[in-house]
C-alpha cells in the first residue's frame, strides 16, 4: 500500500512555489522523498519561504521566468544534470487580476492570459519532450474551480481574466492527455476553490467573512488541502487517471 502512494526518488519541479499553493506543494513531495526544483521568478522570496517549510532545507530553489522558452529549457537542462531526469511537473505558476473582458485593461487581460494559460503550455510542451525521452512522466496543471461557477461569482470572486485563463489551462489539460496517452504521459489538473494564500492580499479572517457562506464546508481551504491531492496525481495510485479536472473547495462546486 505505501509504495502504491509512494512519490520516494522521483523528480518534481514545482514552478510558483513561492507562493501559498506552490511552496505547499513542493514541501509535500519533499516530505514523501522526492527529489524537488522549485522555481519562482522572485528568487530572494522563493528563498525566504522555503526557510519557513517544514522541508524546506531540501528543497533546490532556482530562478524561472515562465514566460520565457529559454530560461524554461534551462532550468530543465539543469535538472538533467543533478538528477538525471525529470519525472514530474506541478504547473502552479500564475497571477492575481481581476479585469472584465469588455471594460478592463486589455495589456492586462493579455499578461494575464500569457502568464496563467500560455506559460503552462509552454512548460508542458518543454516538460513532455524530456518525459518522451524518459518513456513517461506525470503534469500537474493548477486550474481553478472559478472558471466553472456562474458568471457574478467570478466577477466577485475571480475577475473574468482570470477565470478565462484557468478555463484555458483546463482545456489544455485535457487536449495533452489525449494526445501524450501513447508516450505513457499522464496530465491532469487541480482545480482549487477559495484557497487562503497571499495571493488574495488579505487576511485569512477576512478571505473566510468574505467567502465561507458560499462554501459547503464552512471554510475557505488551505494550500496544504491542494497538496495532498498533487502528490497522489504524481503517485502509482493515479497511474490511471489522465485528462482530469479535480475539484477542490469544499463542496462550492458540485460535479459529476
Known amino acids: 500500500?505505501?509504495?502504491?502512494?509512494?512519490?520516494?526518488?522521483?523528480?518534481?519541479?514545482?514552478?510558483?512555489?513561492?507562493?501559498?499553493?506552490?511552496?505547499?506543494?513542493?514541501?509535500?513531495?519533499?516530505?514523501?522523498?522526492?527529489?524537488?526544483?522549485?522555481?519562482?521568478a522572485n528568487l530572494e522570496n522563493l528563498r525566504v519561504i522555503l526557510t519557513r517549510l517544514p522541508h524546506g532545507n531540501g528543497i533546490l530553489p532556482?530562478?524561472?521566468?515562465?514566460?520565457?522558452?529559454?530560461?524554461?529549457?534551462?532550468v530543465l537542462d539543469e535538472i538533467a544534470k543533478r538528477f538525471g531526469r525529470l519525472d514530474v511537473l506541478?504547473?502552479?505558476?500564475?497571477?492575481?487580476s481581476?479585469?472584465?473582458?469588455?471594460?478592463?485593461?486589455?495589456?492586462?487581460?493579455?499578461?494575464?492570459?500569457?502568464?496563467?494559460s500560455v506559460a503552462v503550455l509552454r512548460c508542458a510542451k518543454l516538460a513532455i519532450e524530456r518525459f518522451m525521452k524518459s518513456k513517461g512522466g506525470r503534469i500537474v496543471n493548477v486550474g481553478s474551480s472559478l472558471s466553472s461557477q456562474g458568471a457574478v461569482f467570478n466577477y466577485q470572486?475571480?475577475?473574468?481574466?482570470?477565470?478565462?485563463?484557468?478555463?484555458?489551462?483546463?482545456?489544455?489539460?485535457?487536449?495533452?492527455?489525449?494526445?501524450?496517452?501513447?508516450?505513457?504521459i499522464n496530465v491532469n489538473a487541480i482545480a482549487p476553490g477559495i484557497i487562503d494564500t497571499?495571493?488574495?492580499?488579505?487576511?485569512?479572517?477576512?478571505t473566510e467573512?468574505?467567502?465561507?457562506?458560499?462554501?459547503?464546508?464552512?471554510?475557505?481551504?488551505?494550500?496544504?488541502d491542494i497538496a495532498g491531492l498533487a502528490v497522489f496525481l504524481a503517485s502509482p495510485a493515479a497511474s490511471y487517471m489522465t485528462g482530469q479536472i479535480v475539484h477542490v473547495n469544499g463542496g462550492m462546486l458540485m460535479n459529476g
Open 98 to 116: 481581476a479585469q472584465a473582458l469588455l471594460t478592463g485593461n486589455a495589456d492586462r487581460i493579455e499578461k494575464t492570459i500569457q502568464i496563467n
Open 90 to 96: 506541478i504547473n502552479n505558476a500564475g497571477i492575481k
Open 198 to 206: 497571499p495571493l488574495h492580499g488579505r487576511p485569512r479572517e477576512e
Open 209 to 224: 467573512a468574505r467567502h465561507s457562506g458560499r462554501i459547503p464546508l464552512g471554510r475557505v481551504g488551505l494550500p496544504e
Open 62 to 74: 532556482m530562478s524561472m521566468d515562465v514566460s520565457r522558452e529559454d530560461d524554461v529549457g534551462r
Open 1 to 40: 500500500m505505501t509504495e502504491q502512494f509512494s512519490v520516494a526518488d522521483r523528480t518534481v519541479l514545482v514552478t510558483g512555489a513561492g507562493g501559498g499553493i506552490g511552496s505547499a506543494i513542493a514541501n509535500a513531495f519533499r516530505q514523501g522523498g522526492a527529489n524537488v526544483l522549485a522555481t519562482d
Open 157 to 184: 470572486a475571480g475577475g473574468a481574466d482570470y477565470c478565462l485563463s484557468k478555463a484555458i489551462v483546463h482545456d489544455v489539460t485535457k487536449l495533452l492527455a489525449y494526445e501524450c496517452a501513447p508516450f505513457k
